[in-house]
């Protein structure tokens, strides 16, 4: 094995799945230690190929394009880094996919060789100590690191992954957030503490519509399976929230009066997520699933029923795989935008008219 | 209380067994028909898997019959079968259907857990007598559970068609109105003595079949096509991986009782697949290589569409068959699964084992 000794270790990472919400803690990790980070290309056609051959029919869209991305890193890293992530929080899991991915990749590159060789460490939080500073430790230690190197690096990393997170809770738009974390170097760039306020979701006066868009981070801010949604949404002018911008204890009163809790912690950000936003004003709800998706046809049920019971909010369902057609989707959206539109026309006439019977009522 | 539950397999007899034992109204759900089906999927998620719908199915046709309240298994992750329950619920509600649930989860910690939430159900008994209804219930599913596996051996080698099956169902319904343990065990004995006394070809050189897979595809036949039948007509040896005796005492009673469970199978799958994820993924792996261990000529695996644990199993198994020269077909079903179709795909595999069994010389 190839240890940071010898020569600076190029570690890649799947630009698919974990990527988005982990990326500044393993880009600043790997970088601190002295490695060098590639990233896979955005998703293309050709991943999306790669992934679908290499996969079988029925795993979700997300899934097959990890395996497309992890192949794209092939011959131009010296490994990828995969972490079997089990557990993120206490007493949760992940999708059972997650559990098995690394298992279901190396079974692929043992069956059609040409991947690059892989990193993997389980990141489990129903252990004591299991956590990602476990799994990333475990990591280094198989390269070579010092342990006092690997726990200066550590420091860094989670005051990256703090910052992301604390800024994604303001409220900003997670690519634009992200983006940042995509060049390298950021590390040498200096930590000025940073003061966050909470963004309001609507500011005064202001008509342009909110829409809540609900669905894996790993799904929405890839524009390729998500048929560029976010950036059709933006372009029409729309505000368009998402469950990261919803800390953890709100997911968790949102849902508190579930008789049971959600045990896949991704599930219950998506359902706590959207409960917590259906209190707010928003004008309309996007659920967007990925074809397959185990947690989603539950989860999204769910906030499909809730939605309708409170009967305020609009909602859409979208269900996207390989197959899905854009046109599609973009006419599916315009029909729910004309909705939304017409509902909100239909409110303030209503409340005209009743200026107008007051008034009456005054006149005479 | 008019107590129903959702059909598994042969479930309906345990359960009937267990609650009548305790003093309680039973009222079993009807058998599963296309109705059942067409209900549960008029009523659920379209993309939640089958045993979710033929749930529904159950429960609003034993409703009709006049039941309030159901019993049903739940799970604590990571597969979505943990989380039906609280979805069934919500389903329930929209439709204005009243139905009480207790939820008999996997214990978290100890068995006592379980016989609290029992408790509910049991009232007044005493614990020596739910004790002893569950031994009595307990016993009938052993029972139950030789004559079927017993079925699935010799269906092939019957010379007039059906033989098996009719002396299979009396052995149910005779299992079923047994009184006492006692009886019990002489309904097991008579009736495997008499599936050996039926006139059948021992001489027949048969293609020998492992089904693999997730509980509920194994259990009901309604879910799986009739599969084991089928290949029993089709001239295969059936030994199924999973029953129900085994699930109860390895998840229920924490593998009190020394009836084998799966840790080995377990073991074995291992080095393909590390970790557990949910369901029966890893006993999908480890009994295929089971199987191939034991000389079998190939491995089917079962699941139900879009489920995640089969999924990744799925994904792993070409390693296994490739290692262990296994053929193994795996097959989904769902609502639109036909049985004409099933049984081309059945026989055009069990055709492909025969020839290769021709090839190597061990059939004429």
């Known amino acids: ?364 | 209380m008019k107590i129903t539950f959702p059909h598994m397999g042969n479930m309906d007899i345990v359960i009937k067994a267990l609650l009548g034992e305790l003093g309680h109204e039973v009222i079993t759900p009807p058998p599963i028909t296309k109705r059942t089906l067409s209900l549960g999927v008029q009523y659920s998620p379209e993309f939640a898997c089958l045993p979710l719908k033929v749930n529904i199915g159950n429960f609003i046709e034993a409703v009709e019959k006049g039941a309030d309240t159901v019993i049903m298994a739940g799970g604590i992750g990571p597969c979505r079968f943990g989380y039906y329950n609280q979805v069934q619920r919500e389903i329930l509600q929209d439709m204005g259907v009243n139905l009480n649930m207790v939820v008999l989860e996997p214990p978290d910690q100890h068995i006592g857990e379980l016989l609290k939430r029992l408790r509910i159900i049991t009232g007044s008994n005493s614990w020596w007598k739910l004790i002893k209804a569950i031994r009595f219930a307990y016993e009938k599913c052993l029972a139950i559970d030789a004559l079927e596996k017993e079925a699935s051996r010799l269906r092939c080698r019957e010379l007039q068609r059906g033989d098996v099956d009719r002396v299979y169902q009396k052995g149910q319904k005779a299992i079923d109105q047994a009184k006492t343990v006692k009886e019990v065990r002489r309904c097991k004995e008579e009736y495997i003595k008499a599936f050996n006394s039926l006139t059948l070809d021992w001489q027949k050189k048969v293609i020998k079949i492992g089904l693999v897979g997730e509980i509920y595809t194994l259990l009901e036949p309604t879910a799986s096509g009739y599969m084991e039948k089928h290949l029993g007509y089709l001239g295969a040896e059936v030994d199924r991986s999973l029953y129900l005796s085994e699930w109860v005492n390895e998840h229920l009673f924490k593998g009190l009782l020394p009836v084998k469970g799966h840790q080995e199978t377990r073991k074995l799958a291992k080095p393909y697949l590390s970790c557990i994820v949910g369901g029966h993924g890893q006993e999908s792996i480890g009994g295929a290589i089971e199987y191939a261990k034991k000389g079998f000529d190939g491995v089917i695996q079962v699941g139900p569409l879009t489920c995640m644990p089969e999924i990744v199993a799925q994904s792993i198994m070409p390693l296994v068959e490739k290692e262990y020269g296994l053929p193994v077909l795996t097959i989904y079903t769902d609502e639109q699964t036909g049985e004409a179709g099933l049984i081309t795909r059945l026989e055009a595999f069990i055709d492909m084992l025969e020839r290769k069994k021709i090839a190597l010389g061990q059939l004429p």
């Not at chain 1, 991704?266 to 397959?292: C, N, P, R, T, W």
């Not at chain 1, 046109?327 to 209503?350: H, M, P, S, Y």
Request: charged share 25%; with cysteine.
């Open chain 1, 1 to 364: 094995m190839k240890s940071v000794t010898d020569k600076s270790i190029t570690i890649g990472l799947p630009r698919a799945l974990g990527y988005y919400e982990y990326l500044p803690y393993w880009r600043v990790f790997f970088e601190s230690l002295g490695c060098a980070v590639v990233l896979s290309p955005p998703t293309n056609k050709a991943i999306l190929d790669q992934g679908v051959r290499s996969s079988v029919d029925e795993v979700c869209l997300p899934v097959k394009i990890y395996y497309g991305h992890v192949r794209a890193l092939a011959g131009k890293v010296d490994y990828v880094f995969l972490p079997r992530l089990i557990s993120v929080e206490e007493k949760t899991y992940l999708c059972p996919k997650f559990l098995g991915l690394p298992d279901m990749i190396r079974a692929a590159a043992i069956m059609d060789g040409d991947y690059p060789e892989l990193l993997v460490a389980n990141v489990n939080s129903r252990l004591p100590g299991g956590g990602w500073e476990q799994a990333l430790t475990e990591v280094a230690l198989a390269i070579g690191c010092s342990r006092s190197r690997i726990k200066e690096a550590l420091r860094w990393g989670k005051k990256a992954q703090e910052e992301f997170e604390n800024t994604l809770e303001a409220g900003e738009y997670p690519p634009d957030v992200l983006a940042r974390w995509e060049k390298s170097g950021r590390l040498l760039e200096s930590y000025a503490p940073r003061e966050f306020t909470q963004k309001k979701l609507r500011a005064k006066d202001n008509k342009e519509p909110v829409i809540a868009v609900i669905g894996h981070p790993y799904q929405l801010f890839d524009p390729f399976t998500s048929m560029n949604l976010m950036g059709r949404l933006k372009e029409k002018g729309i505000k368009v929230i998402t469950p990261m911008a919803v800390t953890n204890q709100r997911s968790q009163e949102a849902t508190i009066h579930l008789p049971k809790r959600i045990f896949w912690s991704f599930g219950q950000k998506l359902l706590g997520g959207s409960l917590h936003f259906l209190q707010e004003k928003i004008d309309g709800l996007i659920y967007v699933a990925a074809f397959g998706c185990g947690p989603d046809s539950l989860v999204g049920e769910l906030v499909e029923r809730y939605a309708k019971r409170s009967g305020q909010v609009p909602t859409l369902y979208l269900t996207i795989d390989e197959h899905t057609g854009e046109a599609g989707i973009v006419t599916r959206i315009e029909a729910f935008l004309d909705l939304i539109e017409r509902k909100k026309v239909e409110i303030e006439t209503e409340n005209d008219k009743d200026d107008n019977t007051v008034d009456v009522a005054l006149g005479s």
